[in-house]
Each structure stands twice: as structure tokens, then as C-alpha cells.
């Protein structure tokens, strides 16, 4: 008899995902099954692998009407944060592995990006805009501390005067403040930082390897003190889970120095569907039908709607509610939109034109 995700789900110290979900790219699938004879118990505890990957290029393209920026950096691929709703699961499919737990155990570094990058800011006719670092996965993974792809790409961005924005869920962003505050006195830069739940408890089986809620706060603080623009993304707004702590995030982030805030309701792309919601009955079983129930009523009955102006904030009551609160207490408070958060792109100058001619 075929096992369901349900049925060979087993949670790991650390992780988010309980399993890996077929590959929906691959001609082939492997299900395991009890045919009597003893198995070794898988290990409860997964280590991370990291393999290189010569990056062919650095800027990431997008025409999404839903985005507020048309281009982004991303120095990994999988992330060890391992969020069990993140939406860049799906990406690992086509580096024919699994969105499951492949995704924040199986790591790709993509090397070369600097020089990448500076190839590209240096192409005739390119147009500076915003960049955003973080657009899949999170830059200022465990990874970072290694590796310093995302150090070493705001050096650049600094030196080309280039603006950036980042999002991110690490501590280790702090490690890079004094470099931020001088891209800040340029107006070259803008942080948000995600704030999902400020339980402690929820956060570590939701978004197990992220800094705590209370760090995160901090973060927000040192930034602001140190004169760089940081504001909150409320994201993913989770129906029947974190929804009751929308207007309390709010707060906590205003009162720790954000001044401005957006906010995305849970998005279920592909494999992401049956991940969250074995996850939901592993750890909230209680829970489980109500959050789906909720979710669904936000999705016209489905999992997830992909439709541009529909994924990123839903459809139906609950979700306008949602909406309407958000609004409401960011007027409360004073807290402004992304779009406040102005950046210069008056004053780049492409990597060519800032070394000496004869060099």
C-alpha cells in the first residue's frame, strides 16, 4: 500500500517541512512502503549540505504587476531558515530536488555574483532602478555568515551608488549596520523585516532556524538608531493562526522604530499546499480544518489563487477584514507605506566609469 505525505510525515529538530514532496519535474516517483521487514528509523536531525554553483548571471527579471521592484539578487538557492509556507519552495524543483526538506537542507551558493553583477550594471543602456536582495530566498541566511556573498554585494551597490531594498528574518543583517548606514546617507537603501508571530512557541516549528520575535524587534531598533529606513512586512498573514496578531506586530514594530509596514496573506504555490497543511495537522491538529476552511474562503474555495492583484492579498470577507484592520491601525499609529521610503537612483555610476582609464 502507497504511504501519504501524512503518513511518512515526521518532524526534525530544526526543520519546517516533515517530508519531501514528489518533484514535479521528474518522470519518476518513489514512495515508500511497509512490506514487513525491519528499516533503520529515519534520523530525526538533517544536515545541511552546500554545494557551489558558478553563477551565468546576477539580476533576477520580473514583470509582476503585484512587485514593487522589477529586478533582484539571490546569492542562494533553498534557504536553512526552513519557513514551512515560503513561497520559493517550488523553485527547488528545478534544480531537480525537492521543495520538502530538500529545500532547506540541500543549499546552493551561487559564486561569482559580484563580478556577475558588475558586468551587468556595466552594459550600455542600463537603466538604474531599486534592486531587491532577498527575492526568493532570504540573504542573510545561516549561509551569509560564511560565504559573504550579500557583504560583498552592497559593497558594490555602495560603490556604484546603486539603491537596494532587503528583507529579511536574520539577526545577522546587523553585521553589516555600518555599511547599511552609509548606503542610508545616500538614500540608497531600505529594509523591511518580516515579522509573522511574536510566539515564540508558533516560530519555532512555523519558521524554525529564523531569529526569535523579540530579536527581530531588536533588529528593527539598532537599524532605526543607527539612521537606516526600516519598516515591517507582516508577512504571510496566516487565517485562523497568526491573523489575531496583526494589529499587535503593528504596534511592536512601530514602537521599536519602524515607520513603515505592508503585509501578505499566506500564499500556497504548488507543492507549498500539502507541506503547509501536514505541517498544520503535525503540530496544530485542532486547528487544522478551521485554518484551510479560512484560507480557501480567501482563495475562491481553492488552495491558492495565482492570479496578479488576487495572491498577494486574497478575495472575500475575511480577507477585506484584514485589509480594513491593517489600514486602520497603520493610520493609528502613523505608520506610512513602502512607497514612502524614497531612493535615490540620480546618483549611480557604472563599475567602468569609477577606476582609472589606463588601468
Known sequence: MMTTPRDRSLARKG???????????????????????????????????????????????????????DRSLNPYRGCEHGCIYCYARPSHAYW???????????????????????????KPGYVCRPINLSGNTDCYQPLEAERGTTRALLELLLDTRHPVTLVTKSALILRDKALLAEMAEHRLVRV?????????????????????PRTRLKVIRELSE???????????????????????????????????????LLRLPHEVAPLFETWLNEHYPLRADKVMSLIRQCRGGEDYDARFGHRMRGEGVFAT???????TTCRRLGIGNRTEMGLDTSAFRAPHAQGDLFD
Open 226 to 264: 543607527a539612521g537606516i529606513p526600516v519598516g515591517t512586512l507582516i508577512s504571510p498573514v496566516i487565517p485562523g493562526l497568526t491573523d489575531h496578531e496583526l494589529e499587535s506586530l503593528l504596534e511592536a514594530g512601530h514602537d521599536a522604530g519602524a515607520r513603515t509596514a505592508a503585509w501578505m
Open 192 to 212: 523591511f523585516v518580516s515579522l509573522t508571530s511574536l510566539d515564540d512557541d508558533l516560530k519555532r516549528t512555523l519558521e524554525p532556524r529564523t531569529a526569535a
Open 96 to 122: 531537480d530536488m525537492s521543495p520538502g526538506l530538500d529545500f532547506e537542507t540541500k543549499l546552493i551558493a551561487r559564486t561569482g555574483m559580484v563580478e556577475r553583477l558588475r558586468d551587468e550594471l556595466d
Open 15 to 69: 526543520r519546517g517541512a516533515t517530508f519531501d514532496p514528489h518533484n514535479r519535474f521528474s518522470p519518476t516517483v518513489s514512495d515508500a512502503v511497509d512490506d514487513g521487514w525491519w528499516q533503520e528509523e529515519a534520523p530525526t536531525r538533517l544536515a545541511t549540505q552546500v554545494r557551489d554553483e558558478p553563477a551565468k548571471s546576477a539580476l533576477s527579471w520580473n514583470h509582476s504587476p503585484d512587485l514593487s521592484f
Open 321 to 327: 477584514l484584514l485589509g480594513q484592520r491593517f489600514r
